[in-house]
């Protein structure tokens, strides 16, 4: 038997359901509205960051918090489809943050917070 470190980055991640303004990444409206994100760059995934898409947003972005949009912007589902050698495209953050802006401004019964860089 071998112990479970649940402090890990894979346990941390899966276990989001919703983040701090309320949006479920898995259900949310804004994944499909990425694609529409014209600007991007591209990033080559390096071996420290196989399978690790919050480290890619954290390099990227200087956040975690995008990992799922990433993810979604290039059509990946699974964390071990992040390998090294691939490369992705990083969308642009100012973009992700008008469409959070734009979701949440436009959503009933929500604070009218929005998301700042």
């Known amino acids: 038997m071998y112990q479970v470190d649940y402090n890990s980055r894979f346990f941390r991640v899966m276990a989001i359901t919703t983040d701090k303004y309320g949006i479920d990444p898995l259900k949310d409206k804004i994944a499909v509205k990425l694609l529409d994100i014209r600007t991007f760059t591209y990033h080559t995934v390096r071996q420290e960051e196989r399978g690790a898409p919050d480290l ?6 200087g956040k975690e918090d995008y990992w799922w949009h990433i993810m979604a912007y ?19 953050l100012a ?3 008008q469409l959070t802006n734009d979701a949440i401004s436009g959503a009933a019964n929500r604070s009218t917070s929005t998301v700042t860089i």
Do not use: A, D, T
Request: glycine share 8%; proline share 4%.
């Open 95 to 97: 973009s992700i943050v």
């Open 56 to 61: 890619i947003s954290f390099e990227e972005y």
């Open 74 to 92: 290039n059509g990946i589902y699974r964390f071990n489809e992040f390998i090294e050698g691939r490369v992705i495209k990083i969308p642009q």
